[in-house]
C-alpha cells in the first residue's frame, strides 16, 4: 500500500434500483410490464477537510511540475502574451480530443467566425469559450463558477441542460441504456450538490501544495461527475481555473490536457486508481502533462516567433505604418475577416481592406469566400504551427 493509498478514502457505494421497461414489442412484452435490477452507484467522500499526501517521489515532481509552470508563465509572460489566444484554444482542442472530437485548427478558427459546417470543430468553440469563461472566473470557485462554464461548454447542445447539474444516473460502460453491471456508476442526483460545494470547499484551501491540490479537485470532480455531459471537458476547464486561481499562471492558457493527451489510457486508469484511493498516479500524470505542456508550448510559441519574423523581413512599411498592427493581429488571430481586423485595430472596417489586400500580396494571407461567413482571410504558416502542436500532443508516449 503507497501512502497516498494508506492517507486517502476510497469510493464507497450503495445499492440502487433501476426500472427499465423491455426492448421487445407485442402482447407478452405488455404482460411483462416493466423489468427491476440493482446497480452500485458510487458515494464519494468529503475531502474538503482532509490532507492528501502522496509519495515523496510524486510530491517532489508535483513541486517541480508546479516551479516548470511557474516559471514559464513568468519567463515568457510578456512574449506569449499576444498568443494567449492561441494556447487557450490550443488546450480546448485537447480537452475536446480526450472526448474523441478533433478539427484542424483552420475548421476551429473559421467556426469561429460563423463558417464551415464541422459539428466537432462547433464543440470545439464552445469548449474554448468555456475554457476562456473558466480563467475568468478563476477568483470565484464556487458551484455557481462550475455551473457558468458548463452553460457556456454546451449552450447550443440541445439534448442535454446546459448550466444544471444532472437529475438522473450516469455511467460508464459498454451499455447505453442501462447502469447494470457498469464499470462506474456516478453518486445518485441528490448528492451532487453538497458534494459540489465540498470539493469546491477544498479548492479553496490555501494550505495544500498547489498542483497537488490542482490534481485532487479535478479527480474528485471527474468523480461526482455532475452533469448528464461535458464532465470531462468541464472538469478540465476548472483545472484551468484552479491554475490561475493558484497563480502557477497569471499570463496564459498552459494546454495541460494537450499533455495528457498523449497517455488518455493511463488518465482514466489514474482516475480509477484515485476512486480506490491512490493518489500517486494521476498526481503523477497531471505533473508530467504539466512538463509536456510547458515543452510544447515553448516549441509552438518559437514556431510562430520564427513566422513573424519571417513576415516583417517580407515586408516593407514605415515604423509607424499600421500594417504592423495588422501583422501582430493576425499572428494571434490566424483566421480573420475585415470586421475582426478592424475591431482588433480599432479602425473602421473599410479601413481594413488595404492592410488585408498587402498582407495578400506579400503572402503571407490568402482569402476563401465560406458559404457562410463571407470572405476569410487565413495565415497557413500558423495554422500549420497549431496543427504540428496538436500532432505532438496526440503523440503516444514511448512504453
Same mark, same amino acid.
Given at each position: 500500500m503507497t501512502t497516498s493509498q494508506a492517507s486517502w478514502p476510497a469510493i464507497g457505494h450503495e445499492t440502487l434500483e433501476w426500472t427499465s421497461r423491455s426492448a421487445s414489442f407485442g402482447p407478452r412484452a405488455a404482460r411483462q410490464g416493466p423489468s427491476r435490477a440493482t446497480y452500485q452507484a458510487a458515494v464519494p467522500p468529503l475531502i474538503a477537510d482532509l490532507s492528501p499526501v502522496v509519495s515523496p517521489e510524486v510530491a517532489a515532481l508535483a513541486d517541480e511540475a508546479s516551479t516548470a509552470l511557474a516559471v514559464f508563465d513568468a519567463e515568457l509572460g510578456s512574449d506569449v502574451a499576444p498568443f494567449a489566444s492561441l494556447l487557450l484554444r490550443s488546450e480546448a482542442a485537447a480537452s475536446s480530443q480526450i472526448e474523441q472530437l478533433t478539427a484542424s485548427a483552420r475548421q476551429i478558427l473559421t &467556426?469561429? %467566425?460563423?463558417?464551415?459546417? $464541422? @459539428? #466537432? &470543430?462547433?464543440?470545439?468553440?464552445s469548449n474554448t469559450r468555456a475554457m476562456r469563461r473558466a480563467v475568468e472566473l478563476s477568483d470565484e470557485l464556487d458551484a455557481a463558477a462550475v455551473l457558468a462554464m458548463h452553460e457556456v461548454l454546451l449552450e447550443h447542445d440541445a439534448q442535454h441542460d446546459a448550466g444544471q447539474f444532472r437529475k438522473e444516473a450516469v455511467w460508464i460502460g459498454s451499455r447505453s441504456d442501462s447502469p447494470v453491471g457498469a464499470d462506474f456508476v456516478g453518486p445518485r442526483w441528490e448528492r451532487i450538490p453538497d458534494l459540489i460545494d465540498d470539493?469546491?470547499?477544498?479548492? @479553496? @484551501?490555501? #494550505?495544500?501544495? $498547489?498542483? !497537488?491540490? /490542482? =490534481?485532487v479537485t479535478h479527480a474528485q470532480f471527474e =468523480? !461526482?461527475?455532475?452533469? =448528464? #455531459?461535458? *464532465?470531462? $471537458? =468541464?472538469?478540465r476547464a476548472l483545472l484551468q481555473s484552479m491554475l490561475r486561481a493558484n497563480e502557477l499562471t497569471r499570463n496564459v492558457t498552459v494546454p495541460v490536457s494537450a499533455g %495528457?493527451?498523449? #497517455?488518455? +489510457?493511463g488518465y482514466y486508469a489514474a482516475l480509477t486508481a484515485y476512486r480506490r484511493g491512490d493518489l500517486d498516479p494521476i498526481t503523477r500524470l497531471v505533473a508530467e502533462a504539466s512538463f509536456e505542456a510547458v515543452h510544447n508550448a515553448r516549441q509552438l510559441v518559437d514556431e510562430i516567433q520564427g513566422i513573424r519574423e519571417g513576415w516583417r523581413e517580407r515586408l516593407r512599411a514605415r515604423r509607424d505604418s499600421g500594417i504592423w498592427t495588422a501583422l501582430d493581429v493576425v499572428a494571434r488571430q490566424?483566421?480573420?475577416?475585415?470586421? /475582426?481586423? +478592424?475591431?482588433?485595430?480599432? !479602425?473602421?472596417?473599410? *479601413?481594413?481592406?488595404?492592410h488585408l489586400r498587402r498582407l495578400e500580396e506579400a503572402g503571407v494571407l490568402v482569402s476563401k469566400t465560406e458559404h457562410v461567413g463571407g470572405q476569410l482571410y487565413r495565415t497557413n504558416e500558423i495554422l500549420a504551427a497549431l496543427d504540428a502542436f496538436a500532432a505532438r500532443s496526440g503523440r503516444r508516449r514511448s512504453a
Open positions: &467556426a469561429e %467566425l460563423g463558417g464551415g459546417n $464541422r @459539428r #466537432d &470543430a462547433s464543440a470545439i468553440v470539493v469546491l470547499a477544498f479548492a @479553496r @484551501r490555501l #494550505d495544500v501544495p $498547489r498542483l !497537488i491540490q /490542482v =490534481t =468523480t !461526482i461527475h455532475p452533469f =448528464t #455531459d461535458g *464532465n470531462g $471537458r =468541464t472538469g %495528457l493527451l498523449g #497517455d488518455t +489510457a490566424p483566421v480573420l475577416n475585415p470586421k /475582426v481586423l +478592424a475591431a482588433e485595430m480599432g !479602425i473602421e472596417p473599410k *479601413n481594413a481592406y488595404p
